[in-house]
């Protein structure tokens, strides 16, 4: 690896410097899409009155949408989907199918559109297909744990092994976890690969892209992926040409970008946080590049988050994750194999867990009808024996959901669920409090985290397997969005997540009955909010 001169380095500090004067918007696109979705809307609003309330045909179209109404209620009821997510809709369309039909068909099912869904399906085929030739079948025959069975369920869904091998390192803050990205692509002599929900300009990113240039001055590659959505508000408009126009050993590309229209592949966001350097170091977690996630900037208070560090050969997942993505949306596609790292015969498909380890990355798409992240989740809540503890900055629950968190308290479980005390979104923030009541009557604990916001995803249970990764408990993040984490199996990061959520809950406030006490028009109102719960 070649050293940089001085000039270079002195002329990548200037160039990152200068990116203040870029990131200073021309225009407020997040207002500007606002604006225009809300013309959309009262425009739609005004149409179904003149045509439908208020013309000589109104009569005929009337019943003509409660025609198609009925259809589609019909539909939904013969449809296998969750209870509450069904009535919610159903109720929809009955009280205002003008409206609520339409609304199903753009977001009902969380999938995306066909042209979304044939890309990404080719390139999985084919990267699932170079990943079986590169390192051979990983099937499994014998199940005969419950950590070999959530392996089973991975393998046949989401197409990831386990790994017998390796080390995971949690950090329970994005400041401590910082220095140790840093360093990591610092040591980068190949590639390294970015693919974040949310990129904003400040302490965090500046730093973060002063090494990327250096790397990319020194030959190393650079593939960098961020959610155009996430970003509308943190990056100006075409940052990712002005990002390859910097060196042309960095490419960048922005996933699903944003239109203002009520369009179906809008309601799919990539919200992953994948940092992988050579094939050697992959990062994930809750922590998306923002100075609000290592407290140089403060944000509804403390913003509490986590994230893990993962070696070895489970890192080949996370190559294989990021390329999904990339080579379906991408002109200019990469060969899966030449960035993935070489890995011993035998560590890889850790079946018998001799030595009692086990790291098992994945991801979650809306792909699919399979929601792998929900399904880990309640795997892990329907087998604990002596305690669950969560961290979601949303919960927002099923049927499924909530019913498996109070069977777990029903018979002893110890089942603790931290949620934020400073709110990021109102709404979504009472639609979190509005499960209290239910869940604290059945035993279990609610924290709120009295410091802030947190922002951490993760369940740890019984001192043996433990979930860090990017999937709230909402039905956002399990339906709709492209999602990742990793289950981790013996480690010590295991009773690391563990001893983050003891200090969590000591400086958390413990919720009664009595913090869940609403007057009747509240209760109304909340009534009324979960209805749309599916939109949040």
Not at 48 to 59: I, K, M
């Amino acid at each position: 690896m070649k050293r940089l001169s001085e000039r270079k380095k002195r002329r990548i500090e200037r160039t990152v410097a200068n990116d203040r004067s870029y990131k200073l918007y021309l225009y407020n696109r997040f207002f500007i899409f606002m604006l225009l979705v809300l013309g959309q809307l009262v425009g739609f609003i005004l149409l179904a009155y003149l045509f439908v309330y208020n013309s000589a045909a109104g009569v005929l179209l009337q019943i003509l949408v409660s025609i198609i109404a009925l259809i589609a209620v019909l539909y939904l009821i013969n449809c296998n989907d969750r209870p509450s997510i069904k009535l919610n809709w159903i109720l929809m369309m009955l009280i205002v199918p003008i409206v609520g039909v339409p609304m199903y068909l753009l977001y009902g099912e969380g999938r995306p559109t066909r042209w979304m869904r044939s890309k990404m399906d080719k390139v999985c085929r084919e990267n699932d297909a170079h990943f079986i030739d590169f390192y051979g079948e990983y099937t499994l025959t014998d199940v005969e744990t419950r950590e070999q069975s959530i392996v089973h369920f991975l393998t046949k869904y989401a197409q990831y092994p386990a790994y017998g091998e390796g080390d995971v390192t949690y950090y329970k803050s994005g400041e401590d976890m910082f220095p140790a990205m840093k360093k990591a692509l610092q040591s980068a002599e190949k590639f390294i690969l970015l693919d974040y929900f949310i990129i904003a300009h400040g302490k965090m990113w500046n730093e973060i892209l002063t090494i990327l240039l250096q790397k990319a001055e020194q030959g190393v590659q650079i593939r960098i992926i961020y959610d155009d959505f996430g970003c509308m508000v943190t990056l100006p408009p075409r940052y990712d040409r002005y990002l390859e126009g910097l060196h042309k050993n960095i490419r960048c590309m922005t996933f699903n970008n944003v239109i203002p229209l009520f369009a179906v592949h809008m309601n799919n966001r990539d919200h992953r946080k994948i940092m992988v350097i050579d094939g050697k170091v992959a990062f994930t977690g809750g922590i998306n590049i923002a100075d609000e996630y290592i407290a140089e900037k403060v944000r509804y208070g403390y913003w509490k988050d986590s994230g893990v560090r993962i070696e070895g050969p489970a890192v080949a997942s996370f190559v294989k994750m990021f390329f999904n993505i990339w080579n379906a949306f991408r002109k200019d596609k990469e060969e899966l194999k030449d960035y993935l790292p070489p890995i011993k015969e035998g560590i890889m498909y850790a079946l018998k867990f001799d030595k009692g380890k086990m790291i098992a990355p994945y991801d979650d798409s809306p792909l699919d009808k399979v929601s792998v992240g929900e399904s880990v989740y309640l795997d892990v809540i329907q087998r604990a024996s002596r305690y669950v503890y969560i961290f979601t900055p949303y919960l927002v629950l099923d049927d499924y959901m909530r019913a498996a968190l109070v069977q777990a308290a029903s018979r002893g479980v110890d089942v603790r669920i931290v949620t934020p005390g400073i709110p990021d979104k109102k709404m979504t923030f009472r639609l979190t409090r509005a499960n209290y009541a239910v869940l604290i009557e059945k035993g279990i604990k609610i924290y709120e985290y009295t410091p802030g916001f947190i922002h951490a995803k993760s369940i740890v249970s019984d001192d043996t397997c433990a979930v860090v990764g990017t999937i709230n408990f909402d039905y956002r993040s399990l339906y709709h969005h492209f999602e990742n984490a990793v289950y981790i199996v013996g480690q010590e990061a295991v009773l690391d997540v563990k001893r983050d959520c003891e200090e969590t809950f000591a400086v958390s406030k413990l919720c009664t009955k009595k913090d869940t006490r609403r007057t009747i028009v509240g209760k109304l109102f909340d009534a009324l909010l979960r209805v749309f719960e599916t939109l949040f």
